[in-house]
């Protein structure tokens, strides 16, 4: 939310004050007036594998990259791979999760290592974001050095990677697709014909996961989230067609330009996490937007939402420290700690204002290192 100072220091004075004090970044959403969750229907699967950012596909399953473990049926050690891919089928209240692409007993072998938290299903092909586990040339872990594209003709059996990258050195790293509905379908007018993506910008352009300028997984500071669009036909086959929002014209309508002149699409202070999801609720007619800020991997959760992929933006729910997400949970009794780091909705499990909602922490292969769904609705004002 763009704000204009006369002074340099007052500017700088406000955002200091906006971070100490964990103020969200936006006002309060006039089109939702709550998210209550139903927690007496948490489910939680796949013990060990973490992340499990789902779309919706043309054969009406959901299908999401995993990290870390052996997915479904596995644990953190039995069938682990770096990355696999999940199908769940079924409604939200009776699903059954298969491996895909690697993990315990897959239905085919993974290939390549890296994390996602971003897949999309168009025109009946799977893409997948993907930053490496450890990049080129590297002997350590880093997922900030670079993005690659991949995608698969065949609901998820194999995969190709695109021959282009997005670096870290163009201040990106870590996107999302933003999903509509099953292959990608229900785009509103307005912006249709386009995949969208959102990507991080890194706390800095040589920070570092491991290595000389290690960090870990943060949130990144000052939080800055850049989008980007493609068409849908040349997605992968071209970095060049991904055009970056660079603000409004004087009619309020987006403008759209190469890497070099992007502009943030989003913008908080308190910083944003390492992975974020996006998606568009049709009941609503909002985009949602979720992302850590403050510190990670301890449920600060703030979940955002807008009438376009670009805003203008309000706050739906912003959990702080003091009072994580899923600090209390009425009806669960699964075990827990405050360390949520990631959160979406998947678009298939939509039912007007009833939704399901997806999470995944870092519980080191117990608790919330896990799949975990907990059923939903949004409340109206």
Excluded at 94 to 122: H, L, T
Aim: hydrophobic content about 35%.
């Amino acid at each position: 939310m763009p704000v204009h100072f006369t002074f340099p220091t007052v500017f700088l004075l406000a955002v200091m004050l906006q971070a100490a004090s964990g103020v969200p970044p936006y006002p309060p959403s006039v089109c939702i007036a709550d998210l209550q969750l139903d927690w007496s229907t948490h489910q939680r699967h796949a013990q060990g594998s973490d992340n499990f950012q789902l779309t919706w596909a043309d054969d009406n399953h959901l299908y999401g990259a995993w990290g870390d473990g052996g997915g479904f049926g596995g644990t953190n050690s039995r069938g682990r791979v770096g990355l696999g891919v999940a199908r769940i089928e079924g409604p939200a209240n009776e699903y059954r999760g298969f491996n895909v692409w690697g993990g315990y007993e897959p239905e085919n072998p993974a290939q390549f290592d890296g994390k996602s938290w971003g897949m999309i299903c168009s025109g009946g092909t799977l893409f997948m974001w993907v930053v490496p586990d450890v990049p080129q040339g590297k002997h350590y872990r880093n997922h900030y050095e670079y993005v690659e594209l991949a995608r698969s003709d065949d609901h998820g059996a194999t995969w190709t990677k695109a021959p282009w990258k997005f670096r870290q050195s163009e201040n990106l790293t870590i996107p999302t697709f933003l999903n509509f509905g099953k292959n990608d379908a229900g785009v509103p007018a307005e912006f249709e014909g386009y995949v969208y993506s959102y990507f991080i910008r890194p706390q800095s352009p040589t920070v570092e996961h491991q290595g000389p300028n290690a960090v870990g997984l943060i949130v990144h500071k000052p939080g800055v989230v850049y989008l980007a669009r493609a068409p849908k036909a040349d997605l992968f086959s071209s970095k060049e067609r991904h055009q970056f929002y660079r603000g409004l014209d004087e009619r309020g309508q987006p403008l759209w330009g190469p890497v070099d002149q992007k502009q943030p699409v989003f913008e908080d202070a308190n910083g944003v996490g390492w992975c974020m999801s996006a998606c568009y609720v049709p009941a609503l007619k909002r985009v949602l937007l979720c992302t850590e800020h403050d510190a990670s991997s301890q449920g600060t959760l703030g979940l955002f939402d807008a009438p376009t992929p670009w805003g203008p933006w309000s706050t739906v729910k912003y959990f702080d420290r003091t009072a994580a997400f899923g600090a209390t949970r009425p009806g669960s009794d699964l075990p827990w700690r405050d360390n949520i780091f990631f959160a979406a909705f998947p678009t298939k499990w939509f039912d007007g204002l009833d939704c399901t909602l997806t999470f995944t922490g870092a519980g080191q292969g117990r608790d919330n290192d896990s799949f975990n769904t907990v059923r939903g609705r949004f409340v109206l004002p």
